[in-house]
């Protein structure tokens, strides 16, 4: 995800949803402001594939893209894991002959 899909959503498609979400997270612990960066982006997300304002977003759609990110992780975990144990194969050493007449 484009680390700035959430501002750029916030400002051309639902300046007010966004406003909103940043007011709230304002309000919440500090600890909590990284994870509502995090769901602006998701948010965006959803916007930027569906269309609409943040009202219109449904539950489905937000469990949707989470089972969506864990799939992801979860691929891109094996790949990772697959890439750290797989032996690389290096082929068989030739010689070059050449011709000196």
Request: with cysteine; aromatic share 0%.
């Amino acid at each position: 995800m484009h680390r700035d899909l959430a501002s750029v959503m916030a400002e051309v498609r639902d300046p007010e949803g966004f406003a909103h979400l940043h007011q709230l997270a304002e309000s919440g612990p500090t600890s909590s402001r990284k994870d509502a960066q995090i769901a602006a982006t998701r948010i965006a997300t959803l916007l930027a594939c569906k269309g609409g304002a943040i009202r219109d977003i449904t539950d489905g759609e937000v469990e949707g893209l989470r089972v969506s990110l864990a799939g992801a992780e979860e691929r891109l975990g094996q790949i990772n894991r697959r890439a750290q144990t797989a032996p690389t194969g290096l082929g068989m050493p030739t010689t070059r002959s050449t011709d000196r007449e």
